[in-house]
C-alpha cells in the first residue's frame, strides 16, 4: 500500500496525534500526513469528515472510512483489517 491510500490528517502539539504517528511509524505504515495548523483547508476537512468536531487525529483509509482518535487497539485493529500489518 502506498503512502497515498492512508491520509492522517494532525497537528504537532496534539498527544494523540503523536502517539498514532508512533505506531503507524513502529509497523512500518506509509501515510501522508496533513497537519491541520499548516495546510490550508485541512481543518475544515477534518470538519467535514466529523460532522463539524474539530477532533484529530484523522486517519482516513484506502476503504473510505476513518477513525478519529483512535487508540492504538482500535488502529492496529483497522490496519490489520486491510492486511497492512
Not at 4 to 27: H, M, N, P, T
Not at 64 to 70: G, R
Amino acid at each position: 500500500m502506498s503512502k497515498d491510500q492512508i491520509v492522517f490528517y494532525g497537528a504537532d502539539w496534539c498527544g494523540d496525534c503523536r502517539r498514532s504517528k508512533r505506531l503507524l511509524d513502529e509497523l512500518n505504515v506509509e501515510y501522508t500526513l496533513i497537519d491541520t495548523e499548516k495546510t490550508e483547508g485541512a481543518a475544515e476537512k477534518v470538519m467535514e469528515i466529523n460532522g463539524g468536531a474539530q477532533s484529530i487525529p484523522v486517519i482516513v483509509f484506502s476503504d473510505s472510512t476513518h477513525l478519529t482518535e483512535p487508540s492504538d487497539n482500535d488502529l492496529k485493529a483497522k490496519l490489520a483489517s486491510l492486511k497492512l500489518i
